[in-house]
């Protein structure tokens, strides 16, 4: 016992890590924690950046499931860039992993409220493709409200089925005169 706290305590002194104490970096002394984040952070950047230009690569390709593992091992670098969640949900799609893919472009909106537009059309699309018609016309529904142009919406072939969904209907617009007096035009026959 005595022989294994002396071991630790070299291991320590020295910088030595052991699995123990690599795996809990606060036991390092702030001096050598400080060095070691200043000379791996340029290598981070640069795998990272290595990974993001990869996985773009696997896109323009159409390698799908490749594509789709380099964003995630991008993402796991750096989480908070919502157009690599959404690069990430449309190689998942496009390799028809949608329930997958519906995730990452949920995080796309929530990270960034910019992608609404396209995040809601690409979540309505992924769910369409798995069949789920309740869920795709939901998020027709918030992609129309997030003012989606219904001719971009309509234009596509996976959401054909839910063009006279009732629910997806452009509500009519009644014109009203005064004091909340309906104008209706009477036709003489």
Same mark, same amino acid.
């Given at each position: ?21 690599a795996m809990q970096p ?54 908070? +860039? #919502?157009?690599?969640?959404?690069? !990430? *949900? &449309?190689?998942?799609? $496009? ?5 997958? /893919?519906?995730? @990452? ?17 690409? +979540? #309505?699309?992924?769910?369409?493709? !798995? *069949? &789920?018609?309740?869920? $795709? ?5 918030? /992609?129309?409200? @997030? ?43």
């Amino acid at each position: 016992m005595r022989a294994l706290v002396v071991a630790r305590t070299l291991m320590l002194a020295c910088a030595l890590p052991s699995s123990a104490i690599a795996m809990q970096p606060e036991r390092h002394c702030p001096a050598c924690r400080d060095a070691r984040d200043v000379a791996t952070k340029p290598a981070i950047d640069t795998a990272y950046a290595n990974t993001v230009q990869r996985a773009r690569l696997a896109s323009r390709r159409g390698e799908w499931n490749d594509a789709a593992d380099l964003w995630r091992d991008a993402l796991l670098t750096d989480d908070r +860039v #919502a157009e690599h969640w959404l690069a !990430m *949900g &449309d190689a998942l799609s $496009a390799a028809s992993r949608h329930r997958e /893919a519906v995730a @990452a472009f949920q995080r796309a909106i929530q990270l960034d409220p910019r992608l609404t537009r396209q995040g809601t059309t690409s +979540v #309505a699309r992924a769910y369409a493709r !798995m *069949g &789920d018609d309740r869920q $795709a016309v939901r998020w027709l529904e918030l /992609a129309l409200r @997030a003012g989606v142009p219904q001719e971009v919406v309509w234009s596509e072939d996976t959401f054909g089925a839910y063009r006279n969904d009732p629910r997806l209907r452009a509500p009519e617009r009644v014109q009203v005169r005064g004091r909340g007096a309906r104008s209706e035009e009477k036709s003489s026959a």
